[in-house]
Every structure is written in C-alpha cells, then in structure tokens.
C-alpha cells in the first residue's frame, strides 16, 4: 500500500514539474513529509496534508480520487478487521456432490496457476428456488478456511419482491465498510472507491461472494483486479459477459435428484415420519421434481403442523400444487420467486413463455417452437436463448428446450394468453408434429397407402428429413411428443388429428417394438375416429387396433376389433378394406388352416384392385401360412411371386418380410444353406430399415437353422443378440423362449467330465 500511494505522488509531482521542495512551498507541506511519503516511511500520512498535495498539484477529479484512494490504504494492518460475512451455513444440506467437487477444482486451478479463480454459478433447469446461495454457501463454508484474509458477502438484490437491484456502488461502499475504511478517507466518485477497493484487496487471499446478480454489468465493478481473491457470483441469469469477459467458470445447477430430495425431507421431518408413510413421500418427491425450495416449502408445512399427514399433503399438491407452495412470505413462495423472474420478461418474451408451457411433451426441439410460436426460425431461437438465460428453460445437449413441471405450471396460468392465441398456437404445434411424422412415415414405407391429411394451418412450417436414418431419429426425438400430441389433439375434439397422428406412427412402432405405445394410440384412434362422419378412418383403426392387439397376444381382443373393421368395410362394400381385415384377421389364428383361409381370402380381394404391394404382402402372408401347414411348395411358390413384385416395385420392408419367409420355408424343407442365406438379406434390409421388433424374430429363427447344421457358436451369437433385443423391447415371452434355447445349447455343448 506505501508503495502504491509513494509512487502516486511522484508521478503526480514529476507531472506537475516540479521538486519536492518546491511542492513543500506551494502547498505547505514539509519537504521532510513529502519525501517520507515518497520513500515510504511515512506509511500513514494525515489526510489534510493529502488533500493540500492535491490543492497545489492542481490535479482533476479523477486524479484526486486516485490520490485518495491511494492514501485510504494506507491505514496500518492491525487496523483492517477480517471481514467475515458470511451469512449462516443453510442446513440441511443433500447432495451436490458434483457441483461441490467441480468448485473445488476450480479452487485448486486458480491457486496453482495464480489465475483468478471466477465460478458463475446459475441454474439451467431451474430458476429461483433452485438452490443456487444453499449450494454457494455451503461451499464457502466448507472452504472458509483457505480464505484467511477474509469473506466478502452481498445479496445484490437482482430479483427481489421488494426492491430493485443494487447499485453495484452502494455494493462496494458496503465493502469498503466491512474492510474498515474510515469514512473520511472514502473517495467520493464510484470509480474511484471501485479503485480503492480493489487496492484493499489486492493481494489477499479474500472470498467474494456475489449472490444473486441481475446481469454482469451488476457485477463487474465488484471483481478484484489481483489474482489472489477468488469470486462466486450466483445469478438466475447465465452470466456469459462474465465467461467471456473475464475469464469466469460457468457452472450449472440443476434439481435434486429423487434421492437426495427423500434425504432432504428424512432430515427436515424425521426418518420415522418419511418411512411411515412411503408412497406419500415418494408422490411429494415425484410433484417436487427435485426443486428445493418446493420441498422446503412442503418440508415446512409438515414440520409446523404435525397432525397434518404426509398423504393429505400430497392430496393437496396433486389437486393444486402452486396453491400449496404459496405463502405469504414471498421468500417462502415459489409463485412469487418464479414471478420475480418473469416480471423481468418483456411482452414477448412472456408469450412464448406462456405458450411453451401448453406444448405437448416434456421438452420441445426449435423447428417444432417455430410453429408453437409462430414466428420466423432466428427470431424464435433468440427468444429461447433469453428465456435459458433467465434459468426458466433449459436446453440439453440435443439443442432440445425443457421446461421444469412446476416452472410450466406457472407458466401456464402467469402469462393470460387470449383464447385465439392459444388455440392457434396449438394448431400448428399439432400440425407440425402431425405433418412432419407424415413426411418421415412416408420415407420409412413410401409403397404405403397414404391417407389425406388438411394442409397445414398458416404459421405452421413442418420439418423436412432427408432419409430413413434421418426419419427414424426424428421418430426416436419426438416420440414421447407425439404421443402427447395426439391426447392433446383428442382433448381438444381435433379428432380427424388423433387418429393421424396413429396412422404415421404405426410403422416406427412396429420397428422398435413399442407394443404398448402402440396398442395405446390405437385405442385413442379407434375413440376419435368413432366421433366422426368418416367409416374409412373408422375402418382403418379398428383393423390396426386389431393389429396391436395381436402383436401382444390379445386374441379375443383383436377378433372383436378386426370383426368391427371387417362388418364396416362390407357395409361399405369397399374390397380393398375388406382384404386388409382378412389379411389382418390372418394373424390371429393359432390354427394354421383358419390363418391360410383368410390369407387366401385377402389375395382373392386384391386380384384386380391394381394394388401390386398390397397383393404381394397377401401372397407372402399365403406362402407364410402354407408352409406352416406344412405346404412348403405352395409357400415357396406364392413367397417367391411375392418377392419379385416387391423388387419390382422397390418395397424394401416387404422384400424383407418376404425372405424371412423364404428362409422359413426352407430351414423346414432341409434346405439350411439356402435358409441361412434367405434369412441374412431379410436381417440385412431389416437393419437397414431400423426394424429392430423384425430383426430380432428373423435372428430366433436363424438360430435354429445354424443348431440344424451343427453350428452351435453361430446359434449362440444370433440367439444372444436375438435377447438383448427382446429385452430392449420388453417381449418377455420370446425372451423366456430364447433363454431357454440358449440354456440347452450351452448344456449339449459341455462335456459330460465338466458337468
């Protein structure tokens, strides 16, 4: 510090022209005074003969700040306190382990590289109530000791219910304070105490806490100049000025996991209360979604009011849940924490706010927010990124945006969105799920009869896929969306969409394996079909409804769905509707020759329809059938007729199907070679198609015909794939099956001397 003031007042003098003496005349001061000040002997000169050295050097308002701010320091050591203001470590505290280690380390880079250490901490998936301070906090205490010269702490106040941000000045004044700098010695211009500051400091090993900032202009003032002071700065802001203008660390914190949220609850209210009632706990884990002020707040309302039962609180959050966690403190209120944050939105902000919280799904991908938003690509992009940066969406590694579910039911009920606006936002969220799944649909079986969708409503701007991979991720990214889409559609008496949005499913459903999901967006297709004017689509439903039940093993019910499709269809006296019941009706049957009947009863329909893919998937089904009756000439006959018409028409799933069959037929005529051969291009294509349900049946049954050659290590790898597979696709009963296949492989393969 005598350094810093010694050579402030030479520079100043030698600007001035002049010697010490002459100094010592023009401003009364002693040569023997300004010497020692200039030597640094006099460590602590008065402040009077300061301000008498800045009267004769005739110095400008930045230039007596400096020299004051230079002679504040100098008081002597034993003097300055050790500021020690951290506020009391909150407790309990749970988890946070990661985020704790990556501070730490963090620490331990800027102490070994003499690098200021800077860690922005800010809440991607969350936004107030996160637990940001809990985090910082408990953090500084635990490391409290590696800052020996002291604890700087401030709530900057950037989203208060009562005030607005804190000057950055009125900041470093409270510092300035807390370091004991006597108020007279206080430079009146912010800059020049912002200077002053960071004199104090500079050099020591100080810990600034900088809670809750606004932006980083806030905080940037408040940032030591030395690289010895380590700096958290918490924000519901992402503070990038401060990453990339200052070299900060961001760090991100996310919710509690549902673990670490039950140890929180277990130890605000007692191990015994959390295990006498176990799935009231895991219902209040489960609607807090890892937020920790929502489980503070319910923690709280147990904790006051013992008489109150863990399973009428969670009555009380499933019926209304930002009721519950509202209180009349605003600091105990996630509605008024949350509203903080959206007050700061601009008009536009807000909207989209408000509109993302009513967009089917869990998260939203920026090609599907266009059309929710209805605005233009990089406008919409720019809205998203405001709103991330304000910690109300967070956007993961896909580029996908997600909404916490306490943050969207606020979202939804904060932000009056017209009635126009929302139905209109909402039909071209569906239109753009509704249309684009069309597009990838049609990619994955182009040979498909298409259905007649509207176009799709103004605003709405459906995603183009260039290919079947490109088709298949979208269907993975999306599914759980569209399956949103569709109860939405249906809610919303859109039931010409519920139905559609089934239809372009059907074939991604059918490749993964997803039964359930299956079955489940039929039944809801088969409902809203059935309330309109429009037998074809009631036809159409019915019989894929069928159709998933028969993929489960619900025989009964699938009789009675595909006996509706086929009663409408000749009510109708449509052949071609007739032929896809009976082709349907076909797989049903466990008795071979009833299967045949309707097979052949199919092909019979379609002779003369001019429908080339649809007669050849029914002369495959016959060629099916027939062989497994027994007939293998006849299946071998009609399967190969089937599989020059879907080469002659590029089906590339129906060429597949077909040398599955082929395979079949002949692993069972004694033809393995030939089998092996039929059944690698079926797997071949099926891989290349993504249809994983198909690849793993053709590998069960490619098993069989490798143990047929005495090939057991072949068997072994396609059956074991074969299970990963079935696993994968919860078919239980298949992967039982295999199981079982493999135990017995395994067991002939071992020698008698090793059992």
């Known amino acids: 510090m005598g350094d810093h003031l010694a050579r402030a007042v030479r520079r100043l003098r030698l600007q001035a022209g002049l010697t010490q003496e002459a100094l010592a005349e023009r401003s009364g001061v002693s040569v023997s005074t300004i010497r020692g000040v200039e030597t640094g002997k006099r460590r602590n000169p008065q402040l009077a003969s300061v301000r008498q050295l800045a009267a004769a050097l005739e110095l400008g308002p930045a230039q007596l700040d400096e020299l004051l701010a230079a002679a504040a320091g100098m008081a002597e050591p034993s003097a300055v306190p050790v500021p020690r203001q951290l506020p009391a470590d909150p407790g309990p505290f749970v988890g946070r382990e990661d985020e704790l280690a990556r501070l730490d380390a963090v620490l331990r880079a800027g102490s070994g590289s003499g690098a200021a250490g800077t860690v922005v901490v800010s809440a991607i998936a969350g936004a107030g109530g996160v637990g940001k301070s809990w985090l910082v906090l408990h953090w500084a205490h635990r490391n409290a000791d590696r800052f020996p010269d002291g604890q700087l702490f401030v709530d900057l106040r950037g989203f208060s219910p009562d005030s607005d941000p804190m000057d950055p000045a009125v900041a470093v004044r409270g510092f300035l304070d807390a370091l004991g700098v006597e108020p007279g010695r206080i430079p009146v211009a912010a800059h020049a105490q912002t200077a002053l500051l960071r004199s104090l400091v500079a050099d020591k090993r100080m810990l600034l806490v900088l809670d809750n900032a606004v932006d980083t202009a806030q905080v940037t003032s408040l940032l030591p100049g030395g690289s010895t002071c380590t700096v958290v700065v918490t924000s519901r802001n992402r503070l990038s000025g401060l990453v990339t203008g200052h070299g900060a660390h961001h760090l991100s914190v996310d919710t509690l996991t549902d673990t670490e949220a039950r140890t929180l609850l277990a130890a605000r209210l007692g191990t015994a209360r959390i295990e006498a009632e176990p799935g009231a706990v895991d219902e209040l884990v489960s609607r807090c979604a890892g937020f920790p002020l929502a489980l503070s707040i319910v923690a709280g309302r147990a904790h006051t009011d013992p008489h109150l039962s863990l399973a009428e609180l969670a009555d009380d959050l499933r019926d209304g849940a930002l009721d519950v966690l509202d209180d009349a403190d605003p600091a105990a209120s996630l509605p008024a924490v949350l509203s903080l944050s959206h007050r700061a939105l601009s008009d536009e902000e807000a909207e989209v706010f408000g509109l993302l919280a009513i967009a089917p799904g869990s998260d939203i991908g920026l090609p599907a927010a266009v059309s929710l938003t209805g605005r233009g690509r990089s406008r919409t992009r720019a809205l998203l990124r405001r709103l991330e940066q304000a910690s109300l969406i967070g956007k993961d590694a896909a580029g996908r945006y997600r909404m916490h579910d306490l943050i969207r039911r606020y979202a939804a009920t904060a932000h009056d969105l017209a009635d126009g606006a929302r139905t209109a936002a909402l039909r071209r969220v569906l239109d753009f799920y509704t249309h684009t799944a069309y597009a990838a649909d049609r990619l994955l079986e182009f040979h498909r009869e298409p259905i007649e969708l509207s176009p799709p409503v103004p605003g709405c701007h459906p995603q183009t896929l260039s290919d079947i991979p490109a088709a298949m991720d979208w269907f993975e990214a999306e599914h759980r969306n569209l399956l949103a889409a569709q109860h939405t559609a249906a809610a919303h008496a859109l039931h010409s969409t519920s139905w559609q949005l089934a239809w372009t499913l059907n074939n991604f459903h059918y490749r993964r394996g997803h039964r359930h999901d299956q079955l489940a967006v039929w039944r809801l297709a088969v409902d809203s079909a059935g309330r309109l004017p429009d037998p074809g689509a009631q036809i159409l439903t019915y019989r894929l409804l069928g159709r998933a039940h028969v993929v489960l093993g619900h025989h009964q019910e699938a009789i009675k769905a595909l006996n509706e499709a086929l009663a409408l269809s000749e009510q109708q006296d449509d052949r071609a509707l007739q032929a896809q019941a009976h082709y349907t009706l076909a797989s049903i049957w466990p008795d071979g020759r009833r299967a045949l009947e309707h097979a052949r009863r199919a092909l019979d329909l379609y002779h003369g329809l001019d429908q080339p893919i649809a007669e050849a998937n029914a002369r495959n089904a016959v060629g099916w059938y027939a062989a497994r009756v027994g007939e293998h000439d006849t299946g071998r006959e009609h399967c190969q007729a089937a599989l020059a018409l879907f080469e002659e028409h590029q089906d590339i799933d129906g060429q597949a199907q077909t040398l599955d069959s082929l395979g079949y037929i002949e692993h069972h005529s004694g033809r393995h070679h030939d089998a092996i051969r039929y059944y690698g291009r079926a797997i071949s294509l099926y891989r290349d198609l993504g249809n994983a349900y198909e690849t793993a049946d053709t590998l069960e ?47 002939q393969d071992t020698p008698d001397s090793a059992r």
């Not at 098993?703 to 990963?724: C, I, K, N, Y």
């Not at 597979?725 to 099956?737: F, K, P, T, V």
């Open 701 to 747: 049954r490619l098993g069989h015909t490798h143990t047929a050659l005495g090939h057991p290590d072949q068997a072994l790898t396609v059956w074991r794939e074969a299970l990963g597979l079935y696993r994968q696709q919860g078919r239980d009963q298949e992967a039982e099956q295999v199981e079982r296949q493999l135990d017995t492989l395994v067991e």
